[in-house]
């Protein structure tokens, strides 16, 4: 199926705001790891004032050569989870603030079954345009790629 069929169920917009579950942050359940592109690691490092080299030290591990935030395997809370809220909001990576407009979730079937039933945020809030989604999801496409290295940050 091309795209453009793809994304017809939502060129009316779809309803999302975060209610501030801290849901994703606790688990992404079926959606893994946080990952993070270079210019994730170099924002996060800053907001921390840390070099890149001491933050990923620190804060980051690669599973099959791809990198992402350490995680605790006792714990499924993300390690910038403090209460319900993000420590690092303003510095947050892109699938965070990408979030639900993933490549890999918009499509109708799985936006029902696994986004609706997995996040409070969904069918609320003000309807985010056809466009804005279209934006936001370029934007995950594209650090996706970084990634995997696919293409250049
Ligand atoms: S970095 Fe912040 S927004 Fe992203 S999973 Fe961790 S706590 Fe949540």
């Not at 199926?1 to 169920?9: A, C, F, G, V, Y």
């Not at 990923?56 to 989870?81: A, I, M, W, Y």
Request: charged residues 25%; positive net charge; glycine residues 8%.
């Amino acid at each position: 199926m091309s795209q453009s069929k793809k994304e017809k169920w939502w060129k009316e917009g779809l309803r999302f705001q975060c209610q501030g579950s801290g849901k994703c942050c606790t688990s992404h359940g079926e959606f893994g790891f946080v990952y993070l592109t270079p210019d994730d690691q170099k924002n996060m490092a800053n907001f921390l004032g840390m070099t890149r080299a001491a933050f990923t030290r620190k804060h980051c591990q690669k599973t099959q050569g791809v990198l992402h935030l350490k995680e605790d395997s006792q714990n499924p809370d993300c390690q910038f989870l403090k209460g319900k809220s993000c420590s690092v909001y303003e510095a947050r990576p892109t699938q965070c603030r990408t979030w639900p407009f993933w490549p890999e979730v918009m499509n109708a079937k799985s936006w029902a079954k696994d986004v609706a039933e997995f996040c409070p945020g969904v069918g609320k809030g003000p309807l985010i345009s056809a466009e804005t989604i279209e934006k936001t999801l370029a934007e995950q496409v594209l650090a996706e790629k970084q990634i995997l290295n696919e293409v250049k940050s």
